[in-house]
């Protein structure tokens, strides 16, 4: 059971807007610990999408957008493409962890 | 930019020893910290561990009675060693490079596999 909870699927068509939640606690995201969030190709390796809450790598296309309030976090994704069907991460600090903690994942299908 | 390779072996017995290897090109292991994640097949992701060059640790709570990670700033690598293995630590081990609090380059992961 992780510490960061994920929804384990989101669906949407090509075009749409998505947001894959991820709720924390006042041990991480709470306690004011930025969100980082990753994208996994199937077969691959994660890839940094957006770090400290809501800032895209060089790279990363704008429809990919970030949010944090309190104990929460969201990523956003616009104008869904056929090739961000992908399983996606948010991973924090966690201070009574001392450590990273990732979220459980969340699996976009693109219909 | 830095790119990361695991090496090591894809197949240990229980009760031994893991052993795995990180090498660090395009840059230097002379800066920043050094990850270990794992992910086990179907499943989400695991922080392993830090290290930093200076050899400073970080573990994650539940492995750290069996872990040991260490840095070769010498070879410009890091590695992972993980004892009394059992089918549970079978994962694809992916290692990071770490900055800030986050992982911003992968590597391409490596699968081992716990079996007799």
């Known amino acids: 059971q992780s510490l960061l909870t994920q929804p384990p699927s989101v669906s949407g068509a090509p075009g749409q807007r998505v947001s894959i939640s991820c709720t924390g606690s006042?041990?991480?995201?709470?306690?004011?610990?930025?969100v980082h969030w990753y994208q996994q190709l199937p077969g691959k390796a994660p890839k940094l999408l957006i770090s400290e809450n809501t800032n895209r790598p060089s790279g990363v296309p704008d429809r990919f957008s970030g949010s944090k309030s309190g104990t929460s976090a969201s990523l956003a994704i616009s104008g869904l493409q056929a090739d961000d069907e992908a399983d996606y991460y948010c991973?924090?600090?966690?201070?009574?962890?001392?450590?990273?903690?990732f979220g459980g994942g969340t699996k976009l299908t693109v219909l | 930019q830095v790119q990361l390779q695991e090496s090591g072996p894809g197949l240990v017995k229980p009760s031994e020893t893991l052993s795995l290897t990180c090498t660090v090109s395009g840059g230097s292991v002379n800066s920043y910290y050094w990850s270990w994640v794992r992910q086990p097949p179907g499943k989400g992701l695991e922080w392993i561990g830090n290290v930093y060059h200076g050899g400073n640790t970080n573990y994650n709570s539940s492995l750290k009675s069996r872990l040991t990670i260490s840095v070769d700033t010498s070879e410009n690598k890091f590695s992972l060693r993980l004892t009394s293995v059992t089918a549970a630590d079978t994962a694809v081990y992916y290692c990071a490079k770490f900055v800030g609090d986050w992982f911003d380059v992968w590597g391409r992961g490596i699968l081992v596999s716990v079996s007799a």
């Open positions: 006042s041990s991480n995201v709470g306690a004011g610990y930025d």
């Open positions: 991973q924090s600090y966690d201070s009574s962890l001392s450590g990273a903690v």
